[in-house]
């Protein structure tokens, strides 16, 4: 089936999510739709996808003209899209999952489900992309990449022509998008048209045929995968070259004599993490390596007081510290960028002033002192280059990169010695994480101690001084020199 | 709503929602209150002429002065995303220690029974902030074992206030204002600084905006919890006080069902009950609203079989066309 949209427009309020998009879906290809944030890939394929209706422009199936009213209509007309976001209901069966939109089709007299049947099924289904999942497994024990692939069985089991994935692997680890990403070759093996979204361009260049170019909502270009570089999609991407100097050059050479900001000694926390050991100097990045699960959250947790220690102990420039709860751990010079932005990082809702402030809001006696807190908070916009119309804007009105530089600033705010960054550029933008990078290298440079988390494997390589590869819960490899390291190296310790 | 809509009220992180300026619609709706408050005064003007007269007015005021009292303390609590059910039986419990007091206390009952109702409080923030039980469910408990504690003591007998100097402090009038009004504006105003000024009323909205974040990032929920519970025992107590002056005793039915009119109040104002926005402003442009409606109609002659079902219906309305649903999200 082919799909072929264009002329597509979208508008938001003032902003044009989407303008002039044009692209046509090759019956049995893959066709990636790539761009920053905000470039408008989700709003693109929502609108083929029938979650979204174009203000103008045109759409046709096969020659047919296509024109969705609901996801409902597109299913219909054998188009199905699978949502960025994890939708899998986690108190429901893997069978019920699947047939979450069509349960009735399951029922017999009175409402009662045929489970047997449906378990069938799902089983097919789940066969069919090529997973090896059964359906009687708890849903519990799976992971994001395996619930991503419920969520395709899911879409396929309107048995569609075409597939639709929106950003399908942003919060995937290597494993999981590789999961991911088989089970669209199978699809595509059967004939099956795919759009997808990805914030990955490694990923891109594996999986696509064609690719379609988007920035600031606007149509770049569509080009065929083989026949275009991966610089030169950087390049079309963000309009600029970013190949040389995306990460600031690190200092000649990192000082061994530093004294130790903080000495974390055979700590365990959870299930997660244990018997871990590490100094960190100040001054220095030290990059944590390793899968979900595989103990770096756990052990912010553990330093920020969130989760208690197992066992082990926390010395601070030498002096025992006992974390007891977050509010502590500020207290005593560690801040703490979480990775879920959203839920942990910020309140979207509030202003860039109040989020910036929040940590150490300035007093005056009893009271807050409002003055003082702008005068922080507009020094913090230029420092971090935050762009905002002003500081009282809510930060729900910024892009997800100056979102993440408002947590940043936040964290900075209080002037802190230690810093644990987790994911810091999940879902930012390439100009933005470029600034992102280079502040806190001058942080490192200014005598921070930094502890960076991070699933985004250049970055880490790129960031850090020193890294340790985590596997499930143990240091798997420590590699005193970041600089040199090949990207396969730390991968094959995290598996 | 469609699923694409769905999907957006989520929030997911990685997805950068459209932008916008704040519609015409908002900017009505956020004024919307006070509009509805003009409306009303107007429909009962209308219907009875006596109604915007001084007399009337001072009457209504005195009248809504226990509940705007108890709204103010709703106001944080439900600010931060709680909710205290349990505040018309802490007015009561107050009003009994009043009563109780007044005698040998004189004026200085107040002591006392402010005491009693934050003792009430601490008990429910305690239960929320530290056993970790739904304020809901926490409240809905304390409420039973608050009022019940007055029956059990009273046993259902009133108990009189006869101090002149309690009854004359807290019920009478200078220069035509009643004392009870002056009291109760002057808490709004400190209500309203506090909201406005201080760092627990900044940590209070953080907590309703979002508690995981205001945990990692060092605020102390636990303690702010319970304190704004404290908050809110302390001035159901004043309100109770005030209760008791007025009819001149503390009965076992005083205060019944108060906790509907205090939550009303506060959300007819404008503050969702889903926590992170707020304004004393609101909270008493609500309680004007709940009150106006019921002396309204009552002076107006309308049926009193009927307008209880006339107010249900309005508050309804009135919260449908306030609640900014883009902003909320999901609603439950």
């Known amino acids: ?495 | 709503m469609n699923e694409a809509g769905n999907v957006t009220a989520a929030g997911d992180p990685v997805i950068k929602g459209p932008r916008r300026n704040i519609p015409r619609v908002d900017q009505l709706r956020r004024g919307f209150p006070l509009i509805f408050l003009v409306l009303l005064i107007a429909v009962f003007t209308i219907m009875s002429p006596r109604f915007l007269s001084l007399d009337n007015l001072s009457t209504v005021l005195e009248q809504g002065t226990v509940l705007l009292v108890a709204a103010l303390g709703m106001t944080f609590i439900i600010m931060a995303g709680s909710i205290d059910i349990s505040v018309g039986a802490i007015v009561a419990v107050s009003a009994l220690v009043a009563a109780l007091t007044a005698d040998s206390l004189g004026v200085w009952a107040i002591i006392p029974a402010v005491a009693a109702g934050a003792l009430c409080g601490l008990i429910n923030g305690l239960l929320l902030a530290v056993g970790k039980v739904p304020s809901f469910i926490a409240t809905m408990g304390t409420m039973v074992v608050y009022r019940g504690l007055v029956l059990y003591f009273t046993r259902g007998a009133p108990v009189s206030i006869d101090d002149d100097g309690f009854l004359w402090t807290y019920s009478d009038y200078s220069w035509g204002i009643p004392h009870s009004v002056m009291i109760g504006l002057a808490l709004a105003v400190l209500a309203w600084c506090i909201i406005n000024y201080t760092v627990f009323g900044r940590e209070v909205r953080a907590i309703g905006g979002g508690e995981r974040v205001s945990i990692l990032t060092g605020i102390a929920v636990t303690r702010v919890k319970i304190f704004m519970f404290v908050l809110l025992g302390a001035l159901a107590g004043m309100a109770g006080l005030l209760q008791g002056a007025r009819t001149m005793a503390a009965t076992s039915q005083l205060g019944l069902g108060l906790e509907l009119d205090v939550i009303a109040a506060v959300v007819v104002g404008g503050t969702p009950l889903t926590g992170g926005l707020g304004s004393i402003v609101n909270t008493m442009l609500g309680v004007l609203i709940i009150t106006l409606l019921s002396s309204g109609m009552n002076m107006a002659g309308v049926d009193p079989y009927l307008q209880n079902i006339i107010k249900g219906i309005v508050l309804i309305c009135a919260v449908f066309v306030t609640i900014d649903r883009k902003k909320i999200g999901i609603i439950k």
């Open chain 1, 1 to 495: 089936m082919t799909l072929v949209a264009s002329h597509l427009f979208k508008q938001f309020g003032p902003t044009r999510a989407a303008s002039d998009v044009s692209i046509t879906l090759r019956t049995g290809t893959v066709h990636a739709i790539v761009g920053e944030n905000g470039a408008g890939k989700s709003t693109t394929l929502r609108m083929l996808g029938g979650a979204m209706r174009p203000d103008s422009g045109e759409m046709t199936l096969d020659g047919a003209t296509y024109a969705p009213q609901s996801i409902g209509d597109a299913t219909a007309r054998g188009v199905a899209l699978v949502h960025q976001e994890i939708t899998i209901n986690r108190s429901l069966t893997i069978a019920e999952n699947i047939f979450i939109g069509n349960l009735r089709g399951y029922a017999r007299a009175f409402g009662i489900i045929k489970r047997k049947r449906m378990a069938e099924v799902a089983q097919a289904a789940l066969d069919r992309i090529g997973v090896k999942i059964s359906v009687t497994t708890n849903i519990d024990r799976l992971n994001l990449g395996e619930l991503k692939c419920i969520e395709i069985a899911r879409a396929i089991s309107s048995d569609p022509k075409t597939l639709l994935l929106d950003e399908s692997t942003a919060y995937l680890d290597h494993r999981e998008v590789d999961a991911v990403l088989k089970v669209m070759r199978e699809l595509k093996s059967q004939g099956m048209t795919i759009g997808f979204v990805s914030h990955h361009l490694s990923e891109v260049l594996a999986a696509a045929d064609d690719l379609t170019i988007l920035k600031d909502g606007q149509f770049v270009g569509s080009f065929r995968a083989a026949e275009i570089e991966a610089n030169e999609i950087h390049r079309l991407m963000v309009g600029r070259d970013l190949s040389l100097g995306t990460y600031p050059p690190r200092p000649p050479q990192a000082d061994l004599s530093a004294p130790a900001v903080m000495r974390v000694d055979r700590v365990a926390v959870g299930r997660e993490l244990n018997d871990f050991s590490v100094d960190i100097r100040r001054g220095e990045i030290l990059g944590l390596a390793g899968l979900k699960g595989a103990g770096a959250e756990a052990l912010f947790a553990g330093i920020v007081g969130d989760e208690p220690l197992r066992h082990g102990s926390i010395e601070m420039a030498g002096q025992p510290y006992h974390p007891g709860n977050p509010r502590h751990a500020w207290k005593n010079g560690i801040a703490h960028l979480p990775g879920d932005r959203g839920n942990e990082g910020l309140i979207a809702g509030f202003t860039v002033l109040d989020n910036l402030v929040m940590a150490r809001p300035p007093t005056r006696g009893p009271f807050f002192d409002k003055t003082r807190a702008r005068s922080m908070s507009n020094d913090l916009i230029k420092l971090i280059g935050i762009r905002t119309a002003s500081a009282d804007a809510p930060c729900r009105s910024l892009s997800g990169g100056n979102m993440q530089k408002v947590v940043l600033g936040k964290c900075l705010a209080v002037g802190p010695e230690l810093l644990l960054l987790n994911n810091p550029t999940r879902g930012v933008d390439v100009g933005a994480r470029v600034e992102i990078y280079r502040l806190i290298r001058r942080k490192a440079a200014e005598g921070l101690a930094i502890i960076l988390s991070s699933e985004d494997m250049p970055e880490l390589i790129g960031m850090s001084d020193r890294l340790i590869v985590l596997r499930q819960g143990v240091v798997a490899r420590e590699f005193p020199v970041a600089a040199d390291v090949e990207e396969h190296d730390v991968v094959k310790y995290m598996t």
